[in-house]
């Protein structure tokens, strides 16, 4: 892999050197990028479905030996014979289902997505094909889209609209800091963040959930944990630079905007959801900030006890828990 290789590592001098915020991050990421381009150039690959690969040399030779039995049974009138055949078939079968169910096992389990690898299999043993109902148009309450030039447009003012519909404007009296003030019983702590280091960034790193979808740099988890071990010091320079400065790269705020379709009918955009494909290196920074939020949150006990979502240790199950709990102590 040319990302591994030491003659293939990421130049650090123009980051340490750069005082700029954005300079630093670009001349990183086109570093990057630039020997990821060079060491994974692209090629067109033909996909091919097998779904006769769990049949081994050994069942290839069995099935050449019923066939033989075969022939000698339709030209011969021993029941042995005979008998011996049928004994043979439902021994292979036998071998047969097995080796499908080890094959397809092993497959799901190692597969990251177990829920789509199932399907996959259960599409290929049935025969059923996927329907590709293509859209010709789009539609809303108002308005129709026949152009596949300007359906992705008509498709974000369509969101802008709802956006804007359902955007909340605050009074201008409204102060968030002063009532966050009042309901804190102490004067509110200033926070203070703490420099992260290479090793935190290879931790943080080897946490994220192992996938090949990308933003619009290409750059997967994948092939961020592939490299981790060389691009660990310039990134965490980088968020160190990030924390002292205030100021998040600009490069890690585009987004690659997706409209996935939900049910019903393909031709209503109220039918799609948007989902956004965000770059692999913004969720290492992004995390580091979090867990420095977290943890000053924590310490200061700023988080109410009844506040069970984003947090380690606690779900909709503990919700329900302590909400059924104190319904039975109220009963008692």
Known sequence: MGLTSPNLQVPANNVFENK????????????????????????????????????????????????????????????????????????????IREAKRYYFSKQIVNSNNKMQTIWDITRLLT???????????????????HDFQTMPDFINNFFLSITRKNHYVSDKNDNFAAYLNL???????????????????????????????HGYDDVSVNILKSSSPYISSPLSHICNKMLSMGIFPDRLKYALVKPIFKNGDKSDVSNYRLISLLPTFSKVFEKVIYVRIFQHLSNNSILIDEQFGFRPKSSTMTAAYSLINEVLDALN
């Not at 690959?45 to 779904?51: L, Q, S, Y």
């Not at 049949?55 to 066939?67: P, Y």
């Not at 025969?127 to 889209?145: A, C, E, K, M, P």
Request: overall charge positive; hydrophobic content about 25%; glycine content about 2%.
């Open 183 to 213: 309901t804190y019983n102490e004067p509110y702590p200033n926070m203070k963040y703490q420099y992260t280091s290479t090793k935190e960034i290879k931790k943080i790193i080897s946490t994220l959930k192992s996938k090949n979808s």
């Open 20 to 95: 700029d915020m954005n300079s630093m991050y670009n001349s990183f990421l086109n570093t990057y990028l630039r020997i990821f381009y060079s060491s994974f150039p692209l090629k067109k690959m033909v996909r091919k479905t097998n779904g006769n690969a769990w049949i081994t040399m050994g069942i290839r030779n069995s099935c050449k030996h019923k066939r033989e039995l075969y022939l000698l049974c339709r030209n011969s009138n021993d029941p042995l014979l005979q008998n011996y055949y049928k004994r043979y078939c439902r021994i292979l079968s036998n071998v």
């Open 127 to 145: 025969g059923i094909r996927i329907r590709n109902d293509d859209v010709n148009q789009l539609n809303t309450h108002n308005n129709s889209n």
